[in-house]
């Protein structure tokens, strides 16, 4: 048997099924998926559940970070000449 690959949209959506009322028996039933497996989904969606709120403070730490990269790169490029024109200056 074939096995199935679940994106994470698709998981949330069976998981969000539960947790709104619907059986879960009739949820795996419609989905093909067993028990175990949708409270296993369900028990990672929800540790993580906390993250959905994390965004922003996500987003603007990335971006300070790019920020920092692009500045790294900067230096990296201002020494490597210096380099060059002291290694010039030897020749």
């Given at each position: 048997?074939?096995k199935?690959?679940?994106?994470?949209?698709?998981?949330?959506r069976?998981?969000?099924q539960?947790?709104?009322?619907?059986?879960v028996?009739?949820?795996?039933?419609?989905?093909?998926?067993s028990?175990?497996q949708?409270?296993?989904?369900?028990?990672?969606?929800?540790?993580?559940?906390g993250?959905?709120?994390e965004?922003?403070?996500?987003?603007?730490?990335?971006?300070?970070?790019?920020?920092?990269?692009?500045?790294?790169?900067?230096?990296?490029?201002?020494?490597?000449?210096?380099?060059?024109?002291?290694?010039?200056?030897?020749?």
């Amino acid at each position: 048997m074939k096995k199935r690959k679940w994106t994470s949209e698709a998981k949330a959506r069976i998981v969000l099924q539960g947790l709104k009322g619907l059986s879960v028996a009739q949820i795996c039933t419609a989905h093909s998926i067993s028990q175990s497996q949708y409270y296993r989904w369900r028990d990672e969606f929800l540790s993580h559940a906390g993250k959905a709120f994390e965004t922003q403070k996500t987003n603007q730490q990335q971006q300070r970070l790019e920020r920092e990269n692009e500045k790294l790169k900067a230096l990296v490029g201002e020494l490597t000449i210096e380099l060059k024109k002291t290694e010039g200056e030897w020749l």
